[in-house]
């Protein structure tokens, strides 16, 4: 499941996030797009999804899938 | 009238003298005040003349083991030992000329003194021409550490050392004995053992380099031994007696056994005391157990005064004290008025730390103990060198890397390896954690072959359950 | 009736091997088909033995300089070239070793023998105990390449040797011809330079290691020259006459003058030719100048065939080979219905390249030139070795980082690299160009001191102005 493509935003501009943190947002059912990222260059890190609530059904949490 | 300055740094170490070339790129007017070298411990005293040493070792160990390699050495192979520190005392001599240039290049005043803090902005510098008062907007205190004495024995450069006296000894040692396996501890171990002396390292914990992953501490305890050093874990040094001859050592060992030995020297590596006693901080910054307590800029509770690297908390190494230099620097152009600095704070757990003995260690993060106290379910995996084609061709199959992921999100907690160049290696993994790397990402990484990193890659498979070569 | 597997590879390079590996793990049924060595020209006659030859270069040259390291050596010193192959021929044996221990863990099937495709997925072993017929759901072709003779001289094994003859020499050349300055011709110029022996290399293009960004070539050029090596660029060989005494060689040198010249022999290293020749792939596959078309994942155009590793399309490298391999027998499985797997092809701009010369080289992406060629708005900068404490420690201050950056976005497009230990730190690149870095994570990013690696960190810097130690 880390391999989807980057979420793309309502623009469909590239939304940058750290894998870890697209994990993250990924397990917790979060919309990227509705995140604001804290890093770099605008970059979403963990930081920012770790405390925000999931939006949509929040998917099990997987275990680090195999690439 | 005091001079004005935008920024002083009080100490030139790795801390300081970042800071102050930070502060100078963002057009600060910048001074540094320093009582004996610029460059501080590492350059002078610590980090960079004990890897010369090591250096000295390492070809040492090459040439001996010349015929491993199809070569052929006719006569004797020796060490000079006067040759050795020699070398060493000109690497720290050309790099502290390096650090004056800096100085210069980046047009950073330099007040060579005692400095004291007058107030948190303020200083007066003790030097060879009397008594100067320094001001600045901003004060950066980046005074370092000394090594700590023994309770019961001063060091006394005699027969009880401290690294300083460890790095320039005027004669072999016949039989050493060091007190403490951090890192210090154990290169000047391995260092005097390669060099043909009888060494003993005694631990008070239960294992050698007890920061590092316990995989780690064993490997490197056994392969210490093979080399022929005498390793005592659990064990406590209660006294010593110096005399012309020598020390005797009254030491403890791990059943609670006391028993007298006699050494030729000792060298104390317990610990650092930071350098922040009768300089003034007493009232201006929050202190504990002698350690500037900062925010995670570098600020004290005194506005315009700051500190960095080994006089705050730990970890006590160089590349620390000089990304605080570079984040407090930072963080005070921003308040000057510099509106295009970002600066950011450190993330401790992205800190490696390295030990330069033979085989080298390095590592980054948690280790599986702490990571599994830390409440993390663990995904751990190990990869040995004797499965990487490099490490062997190279004769240097010696040695592992270990990787520890938090099982739920792939995030990777810690990095550990042991084995020759490893602490070139390392920083793979710390660009990975800085990056938040899963393990995905680590394994779609190519690692170029025939290397050691290669071990990387397959320690990270192995964490999966999935390493190729094992 | 043919025995049917769920794959066979054929060739058990480090693509073949890898994908066979690999495929085991995911539970498929594999044999692998190999007609001279278990893992393949890598293994015994490529990537290994050559770094085991550096090797004992290397050493012999720490040993003939230990002087500059305080340390005495009263005799001779002397390579004793029987003595340096055994050795590299005993390190290629063990691995050769393991990867049979390997097959053999994995339950991997081997048939000995010149294998031949009768079709998509089957075909015919003609080994020492005669003609087998294969038959398999997936068949993958990892039949790699061979040394590229010259047009109007081949290899002889005597005189004119290609690498495999010139790593298993017999007698040390006098005096060496090496034509082409690629990886491998570089690689032997330094390690016959290093034994003592007289080497001119012949590069046809303007610099020599063409690939590599020029700042390298150009460093490169001089580091040699000042060994002791002949370099000419911009020259072809235009013939060579080989007999029992030596070899002639007509050169047409840069200014268009053609000479003739001796030489005790000559090794060619002008490129290699795929082994895709009489095996049956004419109809199966797409093919141009010999190599096998296929698509990210390694498909031919044939259902059921899929191809990988120095038989397709470059770069020609082991870590390329033994990925292709993994992303094969994982898109393999998924064909075969596993759905927990996730191949991934691979991102040729991440595939790490190096060069085990001395000094050694290591680069990632886009050279300079490259990335201003594809329109790219470029911040480059560099960090000598010189400005790096560990590399004065080490006596290793010849050397640089560099690194190129997309000004607009931040994207790292190239990293450089030539020097001490670079080979083994290449990989944090790797690693950040694989999460896609920017400068920013890399500034940040905390690199042990000391260490080689803190020149990444500085060329990082540098890229941006801001270099802290030069
Ligand atoms: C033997 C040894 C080996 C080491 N090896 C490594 C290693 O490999 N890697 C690593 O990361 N770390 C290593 N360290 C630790 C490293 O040296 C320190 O972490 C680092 O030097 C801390 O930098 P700093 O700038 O905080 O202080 P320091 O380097 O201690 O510099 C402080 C400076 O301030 C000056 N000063 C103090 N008080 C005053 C005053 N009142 N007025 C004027 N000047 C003053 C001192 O003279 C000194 O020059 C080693 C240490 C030792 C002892
Ligand atoms: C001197 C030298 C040094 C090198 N150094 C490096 C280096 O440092 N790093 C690096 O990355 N790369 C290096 N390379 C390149 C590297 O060796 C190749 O990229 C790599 O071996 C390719 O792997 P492969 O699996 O595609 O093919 P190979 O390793 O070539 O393996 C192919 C195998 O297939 C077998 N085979 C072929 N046809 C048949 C058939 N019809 N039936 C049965 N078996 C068959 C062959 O016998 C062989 O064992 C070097 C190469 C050379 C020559």
Redesign the pocket.
């Known amino acids: 499941p880390q391999k989807a493509p980057p979420a793309p935003k309502n623009d469909g501009e590239r939304i940058f996030a750290s894998p870890l943190a697209r994990r993250i947002a990924d397990q917790k059912g979060l919309d990227l797009s509705d995140v604001k990222g804290s890093g770099p260059h605008g970059r979403i890190v963990k930081a920012d999804v770790e405390g925000a609530e999931g939006g949509r059904p929040a998917n099990e949490a997987k275990p680090g899938a195999v690439a | 009238m005091a001079e004005k300055y935008d920024l002083i740094v009080?100490?030139?170490?790795?801390?300081?003298y970042v800071a102050a070339i930070r502060g100078a790129q963002l057009g600060l007017k910048v001074a540094i005040?320093?009582?004996?070298?610029l460059g501080?411990?590492?350059l002078n005293?610590?980090?960079i003349p004990?890897?010369a040493l090591l250096r000295s070792a390492e070809i040492l160990h090459y040439a001996q083991n010349a015929k491993d390699y199809g070569l052929k050495i006719a006569g004797e192979i020796e060490a000079d030992l006067d040759a050795v520190v020699k070398r060493s005392r000109g690497v720290a001599a050309q790099l502290n000329k390096g650090v004056t240039g800096l100085m210069k290049k980046n047009k950073i005043a330099v007040h060579m003194g005692?400095?004291?803090l007058t107030g948190p902005t303020s200083l007066t510098v003790k030097g060879e021409k009397g008594e100067e008062k320094l001001e600045a907007k901003h004060v950066i205190v980046?005074?370092?550490?000394r090594a700590r004495d023994l309770p019961f024995a001063k060091a006394d450069g005699e027969r009880i050392w401290t690294?300083r006296h460890a790095m320039t000894p005027k004669e072999m040692p016949k039989k050493l004995l060091v007190i403490g396996s951090g890192?210090?501890g154990i290169e000047f171990a391995s260092f005097y053992n390669d060099m043909g002396v009888d060494v003993t390292v005694v631990e008070m914990l239960d294992r050698i380099v007890p920061v590092e992953d316990k995989d780690v501490s064993a490997f490197l305890h056994k392969s210490l031994t093979k080399q022929g050093i005498t390793i005592m874990t659990g064990a406590g040094v209660e006294d010593i007696k110096a005399d012309g001859k020598g020390v005797k050592a009254k030491i403890k060992d791990k059943d609670g056994k006391v028993s007298e030995s006699e050494f030729s020297h000792c060298i104390t590596a317990i610990g650092i005391v930071p350098?922040t006693e009768n300089?003034g901080l007493e009232k201006l910054a929050e202190m504990e157990k002698g350690f500037i307590q900062i925010d995670p800029y570098g600020r004290t509770k005194s506005k315009g005064l700051w500190a960095?690297?080994?006089?705050t908390p730990g970890p006590?190494?160089?590349?620390k004290?000089s990304h605080e230099g570079v984040t407090a620097a930072e963080a005070i152009a921003q308040e000057l008025g510099n509106k295009d600095v970002h600066p950011h704070p450190l993330d401790r757990r992205n800190i490696p730390g390295?030990t330069?003995c033979h085989p080298q260690i390095a590592s980054v993060g948690l280790t599986e103990e702490k990571a599994k106290e830390a409440g993390y379910d663990v995904k751990a995996g190990t990869f040995p060198f004797i499965g990487n084609g490099k490490a062997i061709a190279l004769g240097e199959a010696e040695g592992f890397t270990k990787t520890v992921f938090d099982a739920k999100t792939g995030e990777l907690l810690g990095a550990h390896m042991v084995g020759a160049e490893v602490t070139e290696m390392i920083q793979g993994f710390v660009v990975g954690k800085t990056l938040e790397t899963t393990e995905a990402e680590l394994m779609q990484t190519v690692f170029p072959h025939p290397t050691i990193s290669e071990s990387m890659h397959e320690s990270v498979l192995a964490s999966y359950g999935r390493a190729l070569h094992i």
């Open positions: 009080l100490g030139s170490g790795p801390g300081g005040v320093e009582r004996e070298l501080g411990i590492c005293w610590g980090c004990t890897k005692e400095g004291k980046a005074t370092g550490a690294y890192a210090i350098n300089i960095i690297g080994d006089c006590w190494l160089a590349h004290a390295c330069y």
